[in-house]
């Protein structure tokens, strides 16, 4: 492997039926546990692995991001997720993520420089909106708009030319939230904002959602910190779902910009990217305090398919680091507008509770980073449609810096995997008219 070192350590697999014993190498990581390469497995023992949901695989090798769920622990690129939240800000996270580094004062100069020459997107684009219905959902106008830059940068898209690749991750980095921002402004029947970029990423963006032709916009610096941070907490999270989903499309060396559209299609999904849509769709159906009770016992009922939004997670079996940020980031933002939602003090409610329920103590079900991310977007105005956008906005950087670090992997292949097949076999074909 690329980067692991190399060790003379070694697991050995059975086959109780034959008697058959096999060696397979033991790779040790930098952080984290140990894998072991089965590259080998299929063709020395004819067997696959069976791990659905990848509980139990690593998919690649990485240097982006780390997180130990036990600890509650998230790095990127070894720095913690909370000193960069507090200590940086977006446009410093996609520079460490992209570049591994990070910037020094010069080249965070240029990287800014670099992102906002880019925010503009292509007038015709703006021609692709009409096609679509104003009450689309905006995940739906992302995913097409996004994958529509492919037809748009004809020059960022061959994956073998280093610069051209640096191109079309400036280019996403610059452009998501432009089209994000149009894919509100369309929603709500107001001119599209074009880009500002003497303003920070964050204030850009709030700028061109916010903003109106017809009168100046106000900055709100916390408002503006609030969204940055939001940006920050999401910027990449390992092998997730719609990170996996990149890296499987650029696998077969499809192009980045419909890569990253395939991203914003697996992020979409409520157990995914979806889920802070789906905290404050939830609280708003439990209404009040009085009714947690029967909530929880409901989340907690096998034969219901109700499940608590914003709790649990799949590598985290500790307090999501991220939570705790955002919840801090949430009271400040509530503070700043003078905003007393109900909605907050039943989630404070829920969190109470839940966090002393046996139940889930015994899982190890803490609040993860959508429990508060969709109460602070309501707060800003954001509409509880938008929120998966914003998520998708953050990503974008994680998508592109994994979908980068695969391509120039040596042994980068198309990924292909296998089954346990359970279908039926040899079955005869039975004509038309003898069918039944
Ligand atoms: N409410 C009640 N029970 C739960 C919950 C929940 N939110 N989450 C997990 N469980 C139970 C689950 O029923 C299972 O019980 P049992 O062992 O008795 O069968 C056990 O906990 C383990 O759950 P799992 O479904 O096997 O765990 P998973 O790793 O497959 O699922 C998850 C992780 C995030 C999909 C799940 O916890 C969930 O659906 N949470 C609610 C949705 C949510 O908040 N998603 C946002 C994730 S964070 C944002 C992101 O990174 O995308």
Redesign the pocket.
């Given at each position: 492997m690329g980067n692991a070192p190399q060790i003379k350590k070694t697991v050995t697999l059975t086959d109780n039926e034959t008697g058959k014993t096999y060696e397979f190498p033991i790779v040790d990581g930098s952080e984290g546990p140990r894998v072991i390469d089965i590259r080998k497995l299929y063709a020395e023992t004819g067997m696959f692995t069976y791990d659905p949901?990848f509980?139990s695989t690593a998919s690649c090798e990485s240097g982006l991001t780390y997180i130990d769920g036990d600890q509650g622990i998230l790095l990127h690129r070894g720095y913690s997720i909370k000193d960069l939240a507090e200590k940086s800000d977006f446009l410093e996270v996609c520079h460490l993520l992209l570049n591994g580094e990070l910037p020094n004062p010069a080249q965070k100069k240029e990287f800014n420089h670099l992102v906002t020459m880019h925010t503009m997107v292509h007038e015709q684009m703006q021609f692709f909106f009409r096609g679509f219905r104003r009450d689309s959902h905006p995940m739906a106008v992302m995913v097409g708009c996004v994958g529509a830059l492919s037809a748009f940068y004809h020059d960022s898209l061959n994956i073998d030319d280093p610069k051209q690749r640096e191109i079309a991750a400036f280019r996403l980095i610059a452009k998501v939230p432009t089209i994000a921002a149009m894919v509100y402004k369309y929603s709500i029947g107001q001119p599209f904002m074009y880009p500002r970029n003497d303003l920070s990423y964050a204030e850009n963006f709030l700028y061109m959602t916010f903003g109106v032709p017809s009168e100046p916009y106000k900055i709100n610096p916390i408002l503006a910190r609030a969204m940055d941070r939001i940006f920050i907490l999401h910027a990449d999270?390992e092998q997730?779902?719609?990170t996996s989903t990149v890296r499987l499309a650029g696998s077969s060396r499809a192009n980045p910009f419909a890569c990253i559209a395939s991203g914003i299609a697996s992020?979409w999904g409520?157990?995914?990217?979806?889920?802070?849509e789906?905290?404050l769709a939830m609280l708003n159906q439990i209404g009040d305090k009085s009714r947690i009770p029967e909530f929880i016992a409901r989340?907690?009922d096998?034969n219901d398919s109700?499940?608590?939004?914003?709790?649990?997670?799949?590598?985290?079996k500790n307090y999501?680091p991220r939570a705790q940020i955002m919840r801090d980031t949430c009271y400040e933002v509530l503070k700043e507008l003078n905003i007393k939602d109900p909605l907050l003090e039943l989630a404070m409610e829920l969190e109470k509770i839940a966090l002393s329920d046996p139940?889930?103590i015994e899982?190890k079900?803490y609040p993860?980073?959508?429990?508060y991310s969709g109460i602070i977007l309501k707060a800003m105005g954001f509409p509880t449609n938008m929120f998966t956008v914003l998520?998708a906005v953050a990503r974008t950087v994680g998508w592109i810096s994994q979908w980068n670090e695969m391509i120039q992997e040596s042994s980068q292949k198309i990924g292909r995997p296998r089954q346990l097949y359970t279908g039926p076999v040899n079955r005869e074909f039975i004509p038309m008219d003898k069918r039944k």
């Open positions: 949901g509980t999270h997730n779902a719609s992020l409520p157990a995914h990217g979806g889920a802070n789906a905290v989340s907690k096998k109700f499940r608590l939004m914003g709790f649990g997670h799949r590598v985290y999501d139940y889930f899982k079900l993860n980073v959508d429990f998520f």
